[in-house]
C-alpha cells in the first residue's frame, strides 16, 4: 500500500497548502519566463520544500503546458516520468551522502551536459547544508558561471550553515509551517479522495502531534485508516494511536513554571522522553513561547503579526502577561536559553531542564527568605534603638555645663584654681565645691 504522503504529494499546484505567498511568485515566474539559475527552499521539515521544488521542476519542463497556463499536463512524457521520479533531467540529490567534493566536482561535469528533450536540467539538492567547505567552494563555480538552461535548487532545514557567497547568489524562499487549521484542510482532502469518514476531534488531534508538519500528519493519518477497515472512524477507536499533543503538554509545563509545580514538571519530563519529543525543540518552543508573552505584555497590538497563532495559544498568552512580572518572565527565558545550550554538552539530555525548573522555584524561595524580616530582630533593633536614646540623654544630663558652673563659683567666691578643678575634673560636682569652700560656716 502506498504511503498517504506519497499518495497525496501535490502533482498540481492548486493542490500546495499552506505556501501561497511562495507558489504565487514561481507561479508568476514561469508564467513570465523570469527563471533564476539558483534558488534556495528552506525551512523545517515535512513543509513541502522538495514538494514544490519537482512540482517547480515538472511546470518548466511540461511538454504540453501553454504559456499562459499555469498547471503542469501531467500526461506528457516529461510529466510522466517526473511523476515515477526516472526522468534523467530532474537530478536529486542527498547532500548527506553527496558531501565531498569529488561529488559536486562530478555534478558539475554532468551540468555541462544539455538537457535532453527537456527545456531544463533541473538539481534538487536536499538538506543541503550537509555539504561540506569544498564541497560548497566547488558549487560556488557552477553558481558563479552557469551552465545554460540549468537550474540549482537547495533545500535546507538550516539556512545559516549555507554560506554567505552562495546565499547571494541564489533567490531565497523561506517556507513557513502551516498552520494547524491549513493542516487540517489538506487532512480533510486526502479523507474526502479515501471516502472515509472521521470525526474533526480526530483531525484536530493529528493537527497538533503533527507540530507543523505536513507530512507527520499525512503519516499519522495513514496509521489511522489502516488500523480499521471502517468507513466510519470515531474518536474513541484510534485513541491509543493519538499521543497527547506536544501543544497540551507545553501549555501544562507552562503552567507548572507559573505555580512554581515542580512535582508535576518532573513527570512531564518522564512522558517526554516516553514520548520520544525533541527535548531540544520542546526547549525552543518553550522560549519563543514565553517570548511572545514578553512581547505582548508591552505591545498588545502584537498580535496581529501571529495569525497563524491557534485561538488557545493567544487565549493562554493573553492571561498569563496578566499575572506575571517582568523579573520571573526574564529569568524564565535566560534559563532556558541556557538549557538549550547546555543540552548540546550534556549526556543526560533532559537533565539541563530538570535542573533549571527546580532552581528556578529554588531561586524564588531563597529571595522571599533573604526578603523576609524576623519579628525578633525587628524587636531587638527597636529596643537597641531606645536603649541608645536613653543612654544619649542620661550622657547628656551627666555631661557638666561649665560655664553654669563658673558663674555659680563666682558667686559663692571659690577661687580660679577649684574653677580650674572643675573643668578639668568632670565628675566633682558643683554642690561638693560649695559644701567644701564653706563648710565651717555651715557647720557653725
Not at 1 to 24: A, C, S
Not at 329 to 355: F, G, W
Not at 394 to 421: M, N, T, V, W, Y
Request: charge should be negative; glycine fraction near 2%.
Amino acid at each position: 500500500m502506498q504511503t498517504l504522503y506519497r499518495k497525496y504529494r501535490p502533482q498540481l499546484w492548486k493542490e500546495v497548502f499552506g505556501q501561497d505567498v511562495i507558489k504565487n511568485v514561481l507561479e508568476n515566474q514561469i508564467l513570465n519566463g523570469k527563471i533564476s539559475h539558483a534558488y534556495i527552499f528552506a525551512g523545517s521539515r515535512g513543509v513541502g520544500k522538495t514538494t514544490v521544488a519537482r512540482l517547480f521542476a515538472k511546470t518548466l519542463n511540461c511538454q504540453n503546458r501553454a504559456k499562459n497556463e499555469i498547471e503542469p499536463c501531467n500526461k506528457c512524457e516529461s510529466c510522466i516520468a517526473i511523476n515515477s521520479s526516472s526522468d534523467l533531467n530532474i537530478i536529486e540529490i542527498d547532500a548527506a551522502s553527496y558531501t565531498g567534493v569529488d561529488n559536486v566536482r562530478e555534478l558539475r561535469n554532468i551540468a555541462k551536459i544539455p538537457p535532453e528533450k527537456n527545456k531544463y536540467k533541473i538539481f534538487i539538492i536536499d538538506e543541503a547544508q550537509m555539504l561540506s567547505k569544498a564541497a560548497f567552494n566547488a558549487l560556488l563555480k557552477i553558481l558563479e558561471e552557469p551552465p545554460e538552461r540549468v537550474i540549482f535548487i537547495l533545500a535546507t532545514t538550516e539556512i545559516n550553515k549555507i554560506p554567505d557567497t552562495i546565499l547571494s547568489r541564489c533567490q531565497i524562499f523561506k517556507f513557513k509551517k502551516p498552520s494547524k487549521k491549513e493542516i487540517i484542510e489538506a487532512l480533510k482532502y486526502i479523507v474526502k479522495n479515501e471516502k472515509v469518514n472521521i470525526d474533526d476531534k480526530i483531525l484536530d488531534d493529528i493537527a497538533n502531534e503533527a507540530h507543523g508538519a505536513f507530512r507527520d500528519a499525512e503519516t499519522l493519518l495513514g496509521q489511522i485508516l489502516s488500523s480499521t477497515d471502517e468507513s466510519d472512524i470515531k474518536e474513541e477507536k484510534v485513541k491509543e494511536l493519538i499521543n497527547e499533543s506536544d501543544i497540551d503538554i507545553m501549555l501544562a509545563f507552562i503552567s507548572n513554571i507559573i505555580s512554581k509545580n515542580v512535582k508535576d514538571n518532573l513527570d512531564l519530563i518522564e512522558k517526554i522522553k516516553d514520548l520520544n519529543i525533541s527535548f531540544e525543540d520542546f526547549t525552543l518552543d518553550l522560549i519563543e513561547f514565553f517570548r511572545k508573552i514578553l512581547v505582548y505584555k508591552y505591545n498588545q497590538d502584537v498580535m496581529e503579526r501571529w495569525p497563524n497563532l491557534e485561538n488557545d495559544l493567544k487565549e493562554k498568552i493573553i492571561s498569563l502577561s496578566k499575572t506575571i512580572d517582568f523579573n520571573y518572565l526574564d529569568k524564565i527565558i535566560r534559563k532556558l536559553i541556557d538549557v538549550r545550550l547546555d543540552m548540546a554538552k550534556s549526556s543526560i539530555i533532559e537533565l539541563p531542564l530538570q535542573l533549571a525548573i527546580i532552581e528556578l522555584v529554588e531561586d524564588e524561595n531563597n529571595k522571599k527568605i533573604d526578603n523576609k524580616v524576623n519579628i525578633d530582630d525587628i524587636d531587638e533593633i527597636l529596643e537597641n534603638s531606645t536603649t541608645d536614646k536613653k543612654n544619649e540623654k542620661k550622657e547628656k544630663e551627666e555631661i557638666p555645663d561649665l560655664e553654669k558652673r563658673e558663674r555659680l563659683l563666682q558667686k559663692f567666691g571659690i577661687k580660679k584654681a577649684d574653677s580650674k578643678q572643675v573643668k578639668e575634673d568632670g565628675e566633682t560636682s558643683v554642690l561638693d565645691l560649695i559644701q567644701e569652700e564653706f563648710k565651717n560656716e555651715i557647720i557653725n
